[in-house]
């Protein structure tokens, strides 16, 4: 059970307040009261306005004229000028916390309502993320976005607070998605119905078919734009033990790095087990568990039937055309894990990746 001395309302009560009730219980006006008691009417008017500080002086008259004990009066005071500091600390660290995420985004994609009341704002803010004060968010989010850190070198500049965001909007999205309980096998044995859709040029057709697909196996597949400050292109963890998140945020908006890093995320559910959260962005030092990943992708992608005809070939456009439709995959893959292995540089047969627009999703 809470004490006492732990309630902290997030508003004060200034000494006057208490003045004023004991006035007009009395019927005595402000200016009256001012004349008996020596002061001039403003300057009790500053008192009853939480303005004025109440000094001795003052609580010895109100003592005489109003009752309650000079320790009363000054104990009052003592108080409001305690809260009025701890107020104006909340306001600043609820400033620091806003300023964490990105605000104007999670604002401008609807994800949080606009406030112009900054503790309206902290309040939508903190219904989103479904905790009830900052500490708790820190140990829900910050504490294991800390943890998933190790993973990125120092170049990485995502903002926790803008992962934090992209990662719980991504689980209420979840949420709305028909989904099976989880199965490994079955998951493991989708993803060749799965690579054909990279031939796909329609997001609008491939996206519902890769969430069906996946929502039978027991995986919650969403794709959301990342806010700013958050470079995250994938992540995946369990929500529940029967259910898995996979979220993708289409980062570079070309079909090669899409897919590529879908199957990058399902290899981390299906070898890494269900107690991490991963988290994918450039700059990633290649861990052991990220390098299976890597491996795990290029190879559901262009499968090993097909590595040593992909490592000899022929490093002309009608030749990757050709082996990609031979593979079941788009020219882009191809160009992409030729570019991965050092055959073509980065710069090179980009005009075989489909490239799309926020628009097309």
């Known amino acids: 059970m809470a004490r006492e001395q732990d309630f902290q309302p997030d508003w004060v009560s200034a000494p006057g307040e208490t003045i004023a009730d004991l006035l007009q219980e009395r019927g005595l006006p ?17 008192l009853l306005r ?25 104990n009052r005071e003592s108080q409001y000028r305690f809260d009025l500091a701890r107020l104006h600390k909340n306001v600043q660290t609820d400033r620091e916390w806003l300023k964490q995420l990105p605000l104007r985004d999670m604002i401008r994609f609807g994800w949080v309502p606009s406030a112009t009341d900054l503790s309206a704002q902290v309040a939508a803010c903190l219904d989103f993320f479904g905790v009830p004060d900052k500490t708790t968010w820190r140990s829900t989010y910050g504490v294991p976005l800390e943890l998933a850190a190790f993973r990125t070198s120092a170049t990485f500049d995502s903002h926790p607070g803008a992962v934090a965001a992209w990662l719980r909007q991504g689980e209420l999205a979840g949420r709305s998605i028909s989904c ?9 044995g989708a993803l060749p119905t799965i690579r054909p859709l990279t031939r796909q040029k329609d997001p609008t057709r491939f996206i519902p078919e890769l969430t069906r697909i996946c929502g039978d196996c027991g995986v919650a597949v969403v794709v959301l734009r990342a806010p700013a ?3 995250a292109s994938g992540a995946t963890r369990f929500v529940s033990p029967d259910r898995a998140l996979l979220l993708l945020s289409f980062r570079y908006l070309s079909d090669d ?3 590529f ?15 991490a959260l991963f988290l994918e962005a450039p700059d990633m030092l290649t861990s052991g568990q990220e390098q299976e990943a890597n491996d795990f992708a290029a190879r559901a992608l262009i499968p090993d039937i097909f590595r040593s005809e992909l490592d ?17 995959v788009s020219p882009g893959i ?7 292995l050092g055959r073509l540089r980065r710069d090179q047969m980009n005009r075989l990746k489909r490239r799309f627009e926020w628009s097309d999703l």
């Open 30 to 46: 402000p200016a009256v009261f001012a004349q008996r008691i020596g002061c001039a009417p403003e300057d009790v008017n500053e």
């Open 50 to 74: 939480g303005r004025a500080l109440l000094t001795a002086e003052t609580a010895r008259l109100l003592e005489a004229h109003l009752g309650a004990s000079i320790r009363f009066w000054l």
């Open 180 to 188: 099976k309980m989880w199965d490994s096998e079955r998951f493991f």
């Open 229 to 231: 400050g958050c470079r």
């Open 257 to 259: 790095h899409f897919w």
């Open 261 to 275: 890093t879908f199957f990058h995320e399902a290899a981390h559910l299906l070898l890494h087990g269900p107690n």
């Open 312 to 328: 000899g070939l022929p490093l002309r456009h009608e030749d990757l055309i050709r082996f990609a439709r031979r593979v079941g």
């Open 334 to 340: 191809v160009a992409g894990q030729l570019q991965h």
